[in-house]
């Protein structure tokens, strides 16, 4: 076994994807979710009821993983939501889409992370990925698209660059990386990626991304992109 992956969100679209190619590439996979009955048959991959938006749910997630396996050697953050279409004008949007972007997209990377960092801390070689998105640049921004989605997405940014400063002494590295423009419920059909594409070049870059570049946003083939 290459190691244990605990990956948010992975029923369906992108998390669905890693999870079959952790699995295919030798890793155990707790694909996490919140209906388990659409996790992937696989006996490499086991479902673990998981809601990133519940104190109980997680506690109860990371207590049964707790019960049942050794550590966690990599957590991946990939749940998020993406609250309208994405064009409505800033006066237009209820304030609940932004509370439920920042509710999933940030609070419930910070309430997994804390749960299952005594996990990581019992691998050798821990590692946290935060799925972001190039829609948390915040340099390059000049359009008005995606209010609550890209906001949440730059607040997961800094909060990468904080948990890497936290962790770096404890050799947890933390990493935020964009996926590129996938073809899954999020991204719709003119997206250029399939799932496999994307899973396939971020299997390879979660992997190999090294201790001294934690902290960094990367493109899912390991490219440096701007905050
Ligand atoms: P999807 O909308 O296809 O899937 C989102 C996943 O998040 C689903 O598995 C969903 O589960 C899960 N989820 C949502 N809320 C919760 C919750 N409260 N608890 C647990 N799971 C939850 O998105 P993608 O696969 O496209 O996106 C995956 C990641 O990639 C996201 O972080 C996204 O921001 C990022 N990304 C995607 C891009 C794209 O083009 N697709 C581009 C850039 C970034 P359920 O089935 O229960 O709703």
């Known amino acids: 076994m290459a190691g244990i992956v605990l990956i948010t969100g992975a029923a369906r679209g992108i998390g669905r994807g890693l999870a079959k190619k952790f699995a295919a590439e030798g890793w155990l996979v707790l694909a996490a979710a919140r209906r388990t009955t659409d996790v992937s048959l696989d006996p490499a991959i086991h479902a673990i009821p998981l809601d990133v938006l519940s104190d109980d749910s997680v506690s109860s997630a990371a207590a049964t993983i707790a019960a049942g396996y050794p550590c966690i050697d990599m957590l991946i953050n990939n749940t998020a939501v993406f609250p309208g279409e994405g064009n409505e004008r800033l006066e237009d949007i209820p304030a609940e889409w932004f509370e439920d972007a920042f509710a999933t997209n940030v ?3 910070i ?3 804390r749960a299952f960092l005594p996990l990581l801390r019992k691998s050798a070689s821990a590692r ?3 799925i972001s998105s190039g829609a948390g640049t915040v340099s390059e921004k000049t359009d008005s698209a995606y209010y609550p ?3 949440s997405k730059a607040a997961l940014n800094m909060l990468t660059r904080a948990m890497a400063a936290e962790y770096r002494e404890e050799k947890i590295p933390v990493f935020a990386l964009s996926p590129g423009w996938v073809k899954t419920d999020m991204g719709g059909s003119a997206a250029p990626l399939s799932v496999e ?3 396939g070049s971020l299997f ?6 090294e201790l001294e570049k934690s902290g960094g946003f990367f493109g899912r083939d390991g490219e440096v992109y701007p905050w």
């Not at 390879?204 to 991304?209: D, F, G, S, Y």
Request: aromatic share 4%.
């Open 107 to 109: 609070v419930g990377v």
């Open 111 to 113: 309430r997994v992370t």
């Open 128 to 130: 946290i990925i935060n």
């Open 149 to 151: 989605y890209s906001v």
């Open 197 to 199: 594409e994307s899973a």
């Open 204 to 209: 390879q870059t979660t992997t190999r991304l």
